[in-house]
């Protein structure tokens, strides 16, 4: 299991100077061009990790086979979505074990005015690897109201005839 970092402006920094300074070991990249809805709630509290299939709805999933022990792994996605209710949207990127996820790694919410356009999330974290076997990293999104989130369209729709589309990326670099 990889050892969670510090996100945020401190986890860019280290996951960029990483990748400056390393080699590249693999990248693995999955993309969802997919209209899909869910109506899960992300509570708009103070909680430090989230729980995973009851906060928020997954719409992505990735997996990767770490190449050594000690390498860095940065884990990226980007996600087009819109709610029907505007309140608090946020998204996190989740350890995963199947259907249900582990603790948050990253998380992040987009500034957009109070209506029902669509949001741009961005969020990376970077892990240490700390063992070889596979490791998968899930995308989670939801909203603190009631309401339903629509991942790559707005209004239970796709918007662009599918052309718009979110995804995932794991790089892995030696330290």
Same mark, same amino acid.
């Given at each position: 299991?990889?050892?969670?970092?510090?996100?945020?402006?401190?986890?860019?920094?280290?996951?960029?100077? /990483? !990748?400056? &300074?390393? #080699?590249?070991?693999?990248?693995? *990249?999955?993309?969802? @061009?997919?209209?899909?809805? %869910?109506?899960?709630?992300?509570?708009?509290?103070?909680?430090?990790?989230?729980?995973?299939?009851?906060?928020?709805?997954?719409?992505?999933?990735?997996?990767?086979?770490?190449?050594?022990?000690?390498?860095?792994?940065?884990?990226?996605?980007?996600?087009? /979505? !819109?709610? &029907?209710? #505007?309140?608090?949207?946020?998204? *996190?990127?989740?350890? @995963?074990?199947?259907?249900? %996820?582990?603790?948050?790694?990253?998380?992040?919410?987009?500034?957009?005015?109070?209506?029902?356009?669509?949001?741009?999330?961005?969020?990376?974290?970077?892990?240490?690897?700390?063992?070889?076997?596979?490791?998968?990293?899930?995308?989670?999104?939801?909203?603190?109201?009631?309401?339903?989130?629509?991942?790559?369209?707005?209004?239970?729709?796709?918007?662009?005839?599918?052309?718009?589309?979110?995804?995932?990326?794991?790089?892995?670099?030696?330290?």
């Amino acid at each position: 299991m990889a050892t969670p970092r510090i996100t945020g402006e401190i986890n860019y920094k280290r996951a960029t100077a /990483a !990748a400056a &300074s390393s #080699v590249v070991q693999q990248i693995v *990249y999955a993309s969802v @061009s997919s209209v899909l809805t %869910g109506t899960t709630t992300i509570p708009a509290d103070n909680t430090t990790q989230f729980i995973a299939g009851t906060h928020g709805d997954q719409y992505m999933w990735i997996a990767i086979t770490p190449k050594a022990v000690g390498n860095i792994l940065m884990v990226e996605a980007l996600g087009f /979505a !819109a709610h &029907s209710a #505007v309140s608090r949207p946020k998204c *996190y990127i989740a350890t @995963s074990g199947g259907s249900v %996820g582990g603790p948050a790694l990253a998380a992040a919410a987009p500034l957009r005015g109070a209506n029902a356009t669509q949001a741009m999330f961005y969020v990376l974290a970077s892990v240490t690897v700390s063992s070889v076997a596979s490791q998968s990293y899930s995308f989670w999104l939801g909203d603190s109201g009631a309401g339903t989130n629509t991942f790559n369209g707005e209004g239970g729709v796709g918007i662009g005839a599918r052309q718009l589309g979110s995804y995932m990326k794991i790089m892995e670099f030696t330290p």
